[in-house]
């Protein structure tokens, strides 16, 4: 067993900042986590054997703390060194803070682990600042309360701010490493399906910056949440799920990825983008192939159609 000598493991996944330009960032990370006050922290910074300069660059900026340690060795991917963080951890919670995040207010995680005590809860989660690659910044990221309605629609809160007991992530596994691109999301959905006891804090005390790897292939992600969410309802509720749960999580999914894409690449683009996703979601999880070429037909669709067309039209006059 491990000695808990921390309240929080706050773990770090890197690689290749130099090469990646990132390396101002990844300082700003790593100095926001020691200005925390008011709680005993420990920092993991895992990175995968890059060899542009990142292991100095970890070197310089750590310097002599020794509330931190570091290891550069090759790994399966991010959430495969997210576990090797997982597993050296020595706090009471972890969370995981990208190399391009930070935290904006010094005292953000003393007030989650109060509130974790206090309520004897399993997790917390809270609202998020966003920055976008423009350098305009939202005020808060949604952050809604983990239940199966809210979960369907995607991840109902930044991951950067959420905090799990450490004993509790270990006992669950950690991160699944079959979902390449959401073992983040897929961990959330299970906690909920779990039953385990969230703690909503109302204090955006996280700075994250938009574009990471997760946003970067939205169909694909969407395929996994979905094969994520059916798996776990077959071992959480010991059955497979109908074909109407089956059709009401995915068209929530289109929806969704139909909406954004729409948003960002016009009508045509966002027919594109979804096409994959309506045509490997059917048939590798729900087996639903009929419902491919009945959807254009569904009222869910020209639902879609109807709201999006206002802001798409807007969008497309504003970006030309």
Known sequence: MFAMDYDVTVVTVVYELVKGGRKDFFCQCVASVAAQSGVRIEQIIVDGASADGTKELIADCVGERDNVTWLSEPDKGIYDAMNKGLRLARGRYITFLNSDDYYHDSSGLRQVVSRLDSSKADFSYAPA????RNGTRSTSSPHVNPDLRNILKGIPFSHQTVLVRTD????????NLN???SADYAFVMELVFAGKKAVRVENDFVTFRAGGFSCKNPSENQREHLAAFS??????????LSEKELKAYLYACIMRSFGV???????????NDVAPLLARAFKDVARLDREVWSLKRSFAYCVGMFVTWPARKLWNMVRW
């Open 261 to 271: 894409a729409a948003l960002r690449d016009g009508w045509g683009g966002a027919e």
């Open 179 to 181: 979902y390449y691109r």
């Open 231 to 240: 798996a776990l309802a077959k071992r959480y509720l010991g059955r497979e």
């Open 168 to 175: 509790l992530m270990r006992k669950m596994g950690g991160f």
């Open 129 to 132: 600042v966003i920055l976008k």
